[in-house]
């Protein structure tokens, strides 16, 4: 899984420094490093210092500390610690994935519908619209048998701030119909890295 199951979630403090530390990068992926910039640095309030490298072409960052660590950044000064390797493979934009990549438009919330089975975990077909509506991207996994449609993934936040996955269906007048929602599982390590930086 992309995200270590227990992994802690980390403050960081203001972004700092002036001279660039390559040391982490160098120990995680030497052989990528000139495709990297060096951003900032940010202290944890565990006292780790973590780096922040971006890369030149996909814009995605990489945040390690000097003990090999991995975190992505959440919001509000939130980390929260992922695979190393994981992280290099999405930020490369190298990608094992049960789906493809489809940009998602802006979806109509009257547009949205909830089959009765897809409330089972709890989530109300309000948060699993509000996904929809803010996820900006999604990811389409052709099912295995032919008579039914492909599954659209989306992965987001409720408006509590709740991380969720979404599936649904595109019906034929365009509507989508909501099948499966719960807490997130991250089952799609690569594709959660890749759905954050498209939230709305």
């Known amino acids: 899984m992309f995200i ?6 980390f403050r960081g403090g203001e972004m700092q420094g002036e001279e660039p530390n390559w040391g982490p990068l160098l120990e995680l992926a030497p052989e990528e490093i000139d495709d990297f910039m060096w951003m900032f640095e940010v202290e944890l309030e565990d ?6 490298y971006k890369h030149w072409w996909t814009r995605r960052y990489v ?19 992922v695979d ?7 930020v490369l934009n190298r990608r094992e994935s049960r789906a493809s990549i489809l ?3 802006p979806v109509d919330c009257s547009k949205i519908e909830c089959a009765p ?38 992965f987001g936040k409720d ?17 989508l119909r909501v099948v499966h ?5 991250r089952p799609f390590g690569v594709d959660c890295i890749e759905a954050i930086g498209w939230r709305r």
Do not use: W
């Open 103 to 105: 940009q998602q438009e």
């Open 63 to 81: 945040h390690l500390d000097f003990a090999g660590r991995a975190f992505i950044f959440l919001d509000a000064n939130l980390y929260e610690e």
């Open 181 to 185: 929602a719960r807490a997130m599982t």
């Open 4 to 9: 270590k199951r227990g992994a802690k979630k």
């Open 159 to 175: 408006d509590a701030g709740t991380e969720l996955e979404v599936v649904a269906i595109e019906l034929r007048d365009k509507r």
């Open 117 to 154: 089975s897809a409330n089972r975990h709890g989530v109300s077909a309000a948060e699993s619209a509000y996904v929809i509506e803010h996820a900006g991207l999604c990811f389409e996994q052709e099912n295995r048998h032919d008579e039914f449609d492909p599954r659209l993934f989306f």
């Open 84 to 90: 190393p390797g994981e992280l290099l493979e999405a």
């Open 47 to 52: 006292g780790a210092m973590v780096q922040a």
